[in-house]
Nanobody, 127 residues
Framework: QVQLVESGGEVVQPGGSLRLSCVCSGFTLNARAIGWFRQAPGKEREEVAAINVLGNTFYANSVKGRFTVTKDELTKTVNLYMSALKPEDPAIYYC?????????????????????WGQGTQVTVSS
């Protein structure tokens, strides 16, 4: 059974750092790319970052230089390291598995290209 479970969301101060984790089961990370998305209240879900089967990473301009995505194939965990958090970063953060028909470098920003999603983890930035 395919499953993705996010954790790590919490309240953090502006400028602070946080690590989100996505534990995957039912498939291997050397076979599928994983993407991170976020959705704030009243806004559409937007792409944040992704990592493909080769370990190549992709980032939205809004987080480039502040967020880093890594993966550990042994533990089937994809981590999103977030730093210099800003007031516009709070949202529910989701990890998702890219569909097998898609290449991460061309499709990672498309929510419709993903075939399995986690339940999300809440990130709040507040002083």
């Amino acid at each position: 059974q395919v499953q993705l479970v996010e954790s790590g969301g919490e309240v953090v101060q502006p400028g602070g750092s946080l690590r989100l984790s996505c534990v995957c089961s039912g498939f291997t990370l050397n076979a599928r790319a994983i993407g991170w998305f976020r959705q704030a209240p009243g806004k559409e879900r937007e792409e944040v970052a992704a990592i493909n089967v080769l370990g190549n990473t992709f980032y939205a301009n809004s987080v480039k230089g502040r967020f880093t995505v890594t993966k550990d194939e042994l533990t089937k965990t994809v981590n999103l390291y977030m730093s210099a958090l800003k007031p516009e970063d709070p949202a529910i953060y989701y990890c998702a598995r890219l569909g097998h028909r898609y290449l991460a470098q061309t499709a990672w920003t498309r929510p419709d290209a993903y075939d399995a999603w986690g339940q999300g983890t809440q990130v709040t930035v507040s002083s």
